[in-house]
């Protein structure tokens, strides 16, 4: 049932530029549900107004009830990730009017099991993340040695920085088609930390990571799709940071 905003009424009445959209919010509860439905919402908003930001207000004036994870609201913590008119997306780095559409229509992301609404369990995404041990690896330490500090060139860094922008928002997760077919697959979120700690002049695992990654369900499960990398809210390119894996795997780099 469509319900309207008396917030939204207010601004509106004393603000003639604001424009208003209806906000369709997928329900469910595994625990007593057995199907997703759809809750309607007709919401104000201004040229800066974020899906968050309109998700939070049927909180605050509709239904409290609404499950939704946020933090930061500044595309940082990668709480607040959900599919957006099709497409997974940071709701608190989404503007409505970015989105050219009179309909907003929120789900939970795929391939992640649903807590309720739009909140997901993260525990697969954490657990690949941890597999491909993304902490750097050494024999020595600044504590056994004189040394204080790893040096490294600023081609070097180039090497893997944009990888370090990860904040497992789970997004790319939710874009890879193969995610959806193959449930033990470690997936583009765990293959570019992969990369990232593989490609650093300062780590020595590099051997112990691809011997994890050379697997069925593993870099070579990989379908190159490049969904991942058309999703990722800090320019990261997993797609990428596979084929360079691979290069290692091949022989191709060192």
Known sequence: MAQTSSLAETNTSSNSTLKSITLRIARFNPEHDDAKKFMEFTISYER???????????K???????AVRYSCRQATCGSC???????????????????NSNIVTVE??????????????????FDTHHKVKPYLIRDDTEIETSAKEFLQSPEE?????????CIKCGLCNSACPTMATDSSFVGPQALAQAYR????????????????????????????????????PKGVDPAMG?????GYMLGFKS
């Not at 800066?48 to 049927?58: F, K, P, Q, R």
């Not at 939970?108 to 995404?125: C, G, H, S, T, Y």
């Not at 112990?208 to 999703?231: E, M, N, P, T």
Request: aromatic share 10%.
């Open 48 to 58: 800066w107004t974020t899906v968050l930001e309109a998700i939070l207000d049927v």
């Open 60 to 66: 605050q004036h509709f239904d409290h009830s609404v």
């Open 81 to 99: 990730g959900m599919i957006i008119n099709g497409k997974p997306r940071l709701a608190c780095f989404t503007k409505i009017s970015e989105l």
């Open 108 to 125: 939970p992301m795929n391939n992640f099991p649903i807590i309720r609404d739009l909140a997901v369990k993260f525990e697969r995404l």
């Open 157 to 165: 860094l180039e090497q893997y920085i944009q990888f370090s922008n």
């Open 197 to 232: 700690y593989v490609a650093d002049s300062r780590d020595k695992g590099k051997d112990q990571r691809l011997k994890i990654i050379d697997d069925s369900h593993g870099i070579w499960r990989c379908h190159f799709a490049g969904s991942c990398s058309q999703v990722c």
């Open 242 to 246: 596979i084929q360079l894996l691979r």
